[in-house]
């Protein structure tokens, strides 16, 4: 059975910074493009950021260029996302989904997800 967990998100003052990660389970990590999305309220599920399976090429959305950097650890199988310089527009929850082979950021690529977990920014 496949499962993802996202650490704890939290609240954070604007400015500040927060690290996510996924361990996922059930599946071989190694195989899987992973990626962050996020859902504010009131609006549709978008892309954060992805990293492929192979050669580790990754996407990320104009809004966290520069700002968001994801990474792998296929020994250790985690994704993390190192949110910086966070603004109240980064406030959502955030979900890790994982993509079995293939890469590309469009939502409907992605098998599996986490539950999601709430980040705050405050002005």
């Known amino acids: 059975q496949v499962q993802l967990v996202e650490s704890e998100g939290g609240l954070v003052q604007a400015g500040g910074s927060l690290r996510l990660s996924c361990a996922p389970s059930g599946l071989t990590f190694s195989r899987y493009s992973m990626g962050w999305f996020r859902q504010a309220p009131g609006k549709e599920r978008e892309v954060v950021a992805t990293?492929?399976?192979?050669?580790?090429?990754?996407y990320y959305a104009d809004a966290v260029k520069g700002r968001f950097p994801i990474s792998r650890d296929n020994t250790k199988n985690t994704v993390n996302l190192e949110m910086t310089n966070l603004t109240p527009e980064d406030t959502a929850v955030y979900y890790c989904?994982?993509?079995?082979?293939?890469?590309?950021?469009?939502?409907?690529?992605?098998?599996?997800w986490g539950p999601g977990t709430q980040v705050t920014v405050s002005s």
């Open positions: 989904a994982a993509r079995r082979l293939g890469s590309g950021s469009a939502i409907a690529g992605y098998n599996y």
């Open positions: 990293i492929a399976w192979i050669g580790g090429t990754t």
